[in-house]
Structures are given as structure tokens and as C-alpha cells.
């Protein structure tokens, strides 16, 4: 069965779950109205580096006392993050099977000025949705924020979260273990950022995607 439209809430180097629900929609849309929430994939990605898991998170100018629309959060211009992402990126993916080849895509983001969170999110997801070779009839942004959904549309804006547990929220989301560059350390650990995918299995990602989604669907 073939969802026809799936929301999603905008995500910096969303985890695998995420980019599954592109391989399911026939139109997805990104939300760009809903209120900017802390601690969550809109700002942070999880990658596995030679210590095991770690958080990296795109700092933003933003109080806890404000609402503040995704598309309006800018990211803050004081410390370097830029950098740090990149280091840690090298460092946990440069031995990896396709760190080589992909490199020179994420680069310019590590070092090209951002204003925008939702922006940088984007950039970073459509060239994602290249190298993993999806091609969507639509990809759009919302115009509203919606709370009441149609037969034919499923919401995983907050489903997809870092502190939710996908094992029991989203029973279609199956993830198949694949080559990790540490995984005789840590043993797989399913469910992080893309790019752990993409710097490990190369053009095999999209196979990877299409065996993680539940036989049913």
C-alpha cells in the first residue's frame, strides 16, 4: 500500500527512519509552520564515531520563553560549529568504505555561511535525496500548520524523534543491519544519521532503505 502523502518535520542529517518514509510517498511534505522544539532532529543528528554514539547539534538563536516558527530559526553565529561537525564527521567516517567519494558533496556545507536552520536542512536534504538516488514527484513545504489529517495522510513530524522509541511508535520501520565501520566494537546500531549510511554502503543506501520498510506497506 502506498502512502500518498507523508509530513515530516524539517531535520539536520536526519536518521534512516526518516529517509525510509520517502521510499512509501507518492508526496511528501516538509513542515516549515510548526513551532521550533529543542532537543530534537530539527538541530541534532546522531553518528557513530570511534567512541560509539555521538550527538551534533547545529546551534540556534532561540529562548525557551519563545515561540518561534521553524522557518524563522536562525542559527547562531558564536562558536564553531562548523568545524567541529566537520572534524567529527572525518573522524568517525574517513576510513569508511565511501567517506572518500562522498566527501566533496558535504563539504561546502561545513564551510559555507548559513542564516537559516530550515535553510541549511533543506540544502543538506535534497542533496541526500540525490545521492541516494530518490526521485519524488513532489517534495513541497507546507503553507499551514495542520492538526487534522486525511485517510490518505500519515504525520511523522514528531513521531521521528531522538528521545522516542521508534521500536514501538513506528511498527513499519523495520531497519536491516548493514556494514559499520566500528561494528565489531559496538555491535550495529540501527537508526542513525544517513550519512552513516551513505559513508558505509555507498549506492547500496537505497537497498538498505527499501528492506527497512515493513513487508505490508
Excluded at 511528501?28 to 510548526?34: A, G, P, R, T, Y
Excluded at 562548523?82 to 572525518?90: K, P, R, V
Excluded at 566533496?104 to 556545507?109: M, N, S
Aim: with cysteine.
Amino acid at each position: 500500500m502506498e502512502l500518498n502523502s507523508i509530513y515530516l518535520s524539517s531535520a539536520y542529517l536526519a536518521p534512516v527512519q526518516y529517509y525510509t518514509k520517502f521510499l512509501l510517498a507518492g508526496r511528501v511534505l516538509i513542515e516549515q509552520n510548526d513551532n521550533y522544539i529543542k532537543q530534537t532532529y530539527r538541530n541534532r543528528c546522531t553518528i557513530v564515531s570511534a567512541n560509539g554514539e555521538i550527538s551534533l547539534s547545529v546551534p540556534v538563536e532561540h529562548s525557551s520563553k519563545d515561540k518561534t516558527l521553524m522557518k524563522d530559526i536562525r542559527i547562531a553565529e558564536h562558536g564553531n560549529w562548523q568545524h567541529m561537525h566537520w572534524n567529527a564527521i572525518i573522524s568517525a567516517y574517513n576510513s569508511t568504505p565511501f567517506f572518500e567519494y562522498y566527501q566533496d558533496d558535504f563539504f561546502p556545507f561545513y564551510h559555507k555561511k548559513y542564516s537559516f536552520l530550515f535553510d541549511y536542512n533543506e540544502e543538506l536534504n535534497n542533496l541526500i535525496l540525490r545521492l541516494l538516488d530518490i526521485n519524488l514527484p513532489q517534495i513541497q513545504y507546507t503553507a499551514v500548520y495542520k492538526t487534522e489529517f486525511a485517510d490518505t495522510e500519515s504525520d511523522f513530524r514528531e513521531m521521528i524523534h531522538p528521545k522516542k522509541d521508534w521500536k514501538l511508535l513506528d511498527t513499519d520501520f523495520s531497519p536491516v543491519p548493514y556494514y559499520q565501520v566500528f561494528e565489531q566494537r559496538f555491535g550495529f546500531i540501527a537508526n542513525m544519521s544517513v550519512i552513516d549510511l551513505l559513508f558505509n554502503m555507498g549506492n547500496e543506501s537505497q537497498i538498505i532503505l527499501a528492506n527497512s520498510v515493513s513487508e505490508k506497506l
